[in-house]
Each structure stands twice: as C-alpha cells, then as structure tokens.
C-alpha cells in the first residue's frame, strides 16, 4: 500500500538547481536515492542543519561511497543495505499500526460498539482507519516519484499498480468469499460489490500519483512558500475536487426512491418507497452520496448492511446491530456503500494532503524545521474541521464530508509527527519493531485477516458436514 519504491536512472536534480555527470557510478547513484536517511543518521548525532541542495551535491561527488555501502563488503549486502536505509522507518510503523487498529476494529467493534463506525455523523476509533491509509499512500507517493527518468513511463507503471488493487479488490470484497455465518461460494454478476476499501485506495492512489507526475513546478524550495509554489497546481486540483464534492453534495436534487427486499426464494421481494425531494440533504436517507451510487453503480450493487442501520431509529439496539424499532423508517434496510464514488472524491484529497506531507520530508532535512511545518498544517486543518463542524458540515465517515476530511487528514499528521519524533529523530526503533514488520506486509496482513481468507481456509478443514469446524468449536459462526 504506496511503499517507497525508488524510480532510478534519473541524471538530473530534483530542484532543477544542478545536473549531475550522466556517466557518474552506481554507487552515486544510490547515495541520492538514500540522501534522506543520511540526514536522518546524521541528524541522530548532533550534526543536523537545514538542507542545502548545491553542498550536498558537492558531498556526493566528494564522498564516493555513502554510510549504507560501509555496512557491507559485497555488491549484493550493499544493495540490500541501501534498500533497508532508504525506507523511512516511521512510515512503516505508522502504517503497521493502522492496520492494528483496522484489524482491531473490525474484531472488537462488535463486542465494543463505541469504537466501531460511527452510525452517521460523529467520530469514532474505527473511523480513522480509511483517512490514515490513504493519507500513507500519499507520504509515500512523494518518494516514490521524487525523481522521474520518464513521465510516460512512471505513469503506465502507476495505471498499472492502481488496477491491480483495484482487480483484488473487486475479488476479496466483491461477493466471493463468504462472511463466517455463511459457507456458501462464488460470485453473483447482478449483485456482485463494485467499491470497497481497496478501490478506494487504487483510485485515490493513481490519482494522487499523476498529479505527483506531471503537476509540479522546477522552483527552488527554500521555505514554505516556494514548497506550495512549487506544487501550486497540485493544490488546484485539491481546491477543485473540494469544490465539486460540495457543489453535488449541496446542489443536486434527490428524488423520491424505492428499493427491493428478497422475501423468500419462491416469494416476490417487498418494495420500500423512500420519501426525499429535496436538495442539500446530509441525512441517511436522502442525500446526493446515495443517490449518485444508485443511479451509476445500481442499487444492487452497493454494500448491503449500511452503517446506519445501527442508529436509533433503526435499531434498539443502537449503537449496534438490532431488530428493528416498530416505528422504524423505510430507509433502514436500504444498501448504501460507505466507498462510494462522490465520497471517493474526498478520499482523494485526504491523499493529497498525505503527500504535501510527504514533500516537506523530500525538500527539508532538519528535524525542527519538518515537524514545524507538519504542525502548522496540522492546527491549521484540525481547527478549520472543527469550525465546520459547529457551522453544520458535520463530521461524518461514511459521506466522507469536508470537516470530515480535514480533522482526520489532520489527526494522521499529529500521529505521524509523533512516531517519526520517536523512531527517526529519537531511534527508538526496538520498541516499534513489530508494527514496522506489520507496516512493511500490510497487504498480506490485509488479505488474510479482514478480507476473510484466513478464516475461509480454516473453514475447509471440517468432519462430516462443512458447518463441523474450528469456529464452531469456539463458538463462531453456524
């Protein structure tokens, strides 16, 4: 998920302020792609200083061999010690712990129905797994493509890397594998789930990428604002998909509909009417998220068990699952997909924000001067969020509205900051080992854990009938 992979052969400096001789070796070669953990060991003995582009050329060419060639005698040792110095550990480990928090949120919450989603607007534990996934994606997608041999070709390999999550994840969250109650196979076409957690990731990824490609300026970046002049035009289209989000959300009129429920197999379903006409509506039941996913992706095709069927009005249960209310509203049962296309937009933006974030490491290599500005933009977003909040943009997941955005993408940032404090600038990096190996395999980790796979191999070891089988003697599942 957006781990910084390094493109190579590039002959020219970042900045635009020098070249560098075509005919340079390999060993320079990779002191540029491991020029930001050098800051960062530097840093650690008492020698940091606010990076000077023109001098560290000049150290480059002066010093042939770099820290993480010492390590090693051997050309293949050198190359695995410059891979492992050229990752920012603090990534890692933010990214592990994301996916600890995901998997913990997916099997406590409900047992502990105060850290699962938010059934409409609020903020809870859960709901910081998505902005902080993508908000990784887009601090590492300012390494990845920090220097460019070739846009065309950075751009197929980008389309590329985003269809293939976006190929797994129609297979894992599509309809095949089964939920835990349910040992039933394959994939209905009609029915079959469009959007999912890692669609999103892929569109916002690819996205993000091609802006990172082909929308950066050649300024010199010696403070903050020759950084957001440089990517000016990055900070367009944020602006942009911002405004287009708030102009459907608010703007476009929401019709009357209706929805069918499956009765039986040999019954005809029960239709349910929903009543809206009306614009600007941030309800469950009548807003343009919902409508724009029914009328494009079908309403057969969106996630069945909609977060908001924990509400109050929905359920007696609520915060949690439950039986319906007696008086319960026709909405309740309708699907609704919490990754749909118009809060996908938002989710783009949250990625941009991640790689402004990731900019600010690439052109600043003191410590102080990257947490200063990764704070200013943090308060800066917190506090905008809130205020919007107050002023009824009101925070909520599953819209994934703009408070929303801003106080999630801001959080991300207060956390990053803090594990990069820790592992990076302070080396407390024993303490944080596991979750950079969760971080390093957080796909792996994924499939196996939250998209049921695990659960569906243990499952095909049963005596006598399918329903005989580990779970249930733990009592999980049938």
């Known amino acids: 998920m957006g781990t910084y992979e390094p493109i190579k052969n590039y002959d020219e400096d970042y900045n635009g302020e020098a070249k560098l001789d075509s005919s340079r070796n390999a060993t320079s070669t990779a002191e540029d792609d491991v020029e930001m953990a050098l800051q960062i060991s530097q840093s650690r003995s008492g020698k940091s200083t606010v990076f000077n582009e023109e001098s560290a050329i000049e150290r480059r060419r002066a010093n042939k061999i770099d820290e993480c060639s010492l390590s090693s005698s051997t050309s293949s040792s050198r190359h695995q010690s410059q891979r492992q110095c050229q990752r920012l550990v603090s990534l890692d480990v933010f990214r592990g712990l994301t996916v600890a928090l995901m998997i913990l949120v997916d099997d406590a919450g409900g047992i502990l129905p105060a850290i699962n989603h938010s059934p409409w607007n609020g903020l809870t534990l859960a709901d910081f797994v998505m902005p902080f996934f993508l908000f990784i994606v887009g601090v590492s997608l300012a390494f990845t493509y920090k220097k460019l041999s070739c846009r065309v070709d950075a751009t197929r390999k980008a389309i590329l890397r985003a269809l293939k999550l976006l190929a797994l ?34 569109v916002a990824y690819v996205f993000t990428a091609l802006c990172e490609i082909w929308l950066k300026g050649d300024h010199t970046v010696n403070s903050g604002s020759s950084l957001i002049k440089k990517y000016r035009y990055q900070w367009i289209v944020a602006l942009f998909l911002t405004s287009l989000y708030l102009c459907l959300l608010y703007g476009l009129y929401v019709p009357d509909w209706e929805y069918p429920i499956p009765t039986g197999p040999l019954s005809a379903p029960k239709i349910f009417s929903v009543k809206c006409g009306v614009r600007a509506d941030t309800g469950p039941a009548c807003n343009a998220v919902g409508m724009i996913d029914r009328k494009i992706l079908g309403i057969q095709h969106l996630y069945r068990r909609p977060i908001y069927a924990r509400m109050k009005e929905c359920s007696i249960n609520s915060p949690d699952y439950g039986p319906l209310p007696p008086d319960a509203p026709s909405w309740c049962q309708a699907p609704f997909d919490p990754e749909g296309i118009l809060s996908s937009v938002m989710a783009i933006v949250t990625c941009l924000v991640g790689l402004h974030y990731g900019h600010i490491i690439v052109h600043f290599k003191d410590h102080r001067v990257r947490i200063l500005h990764w704070m200013m933009t943090t308060s800066c977003l917190i506090v905008f969020g809130l205020a919007l909040d107050v002023f009824g943009i009101h925070i909520n997941k599953v819209l994934y509205t703009f408070s929303y ?19 990076d600038v302070w080396g407390y990096s024993r303490m944080t080992m596991v979750m950079e190996w969760m971080g390093m395999h957080a796909l792996m980790i994924y499939i196996l854990a939250a998209s049921n796979v695990l659960p569906v191999i243990l499952q095909g070891f049963y005596w006598g009938q399918p329903q005989n089988n580990i779970f249930k003697l733990i009592g999980i599942g049938t």
């Open 169 to 202: 994840g129609i297979f894992l969250q599509g309809g095949f594998f089964h939920h835990i109650n349910d040992l039933t196979y394959g994939v209905d076409i009609k029915q079959i789930r469009w959007t999912g957690v890692l669609q999103r990731i892929a």
């Open 405 to 423: 955005t801003s106080v999630t993408a801001g959080a991300a940032g207060i956390l990053f900051a803090g594990i990069y404090l820790m592992v």
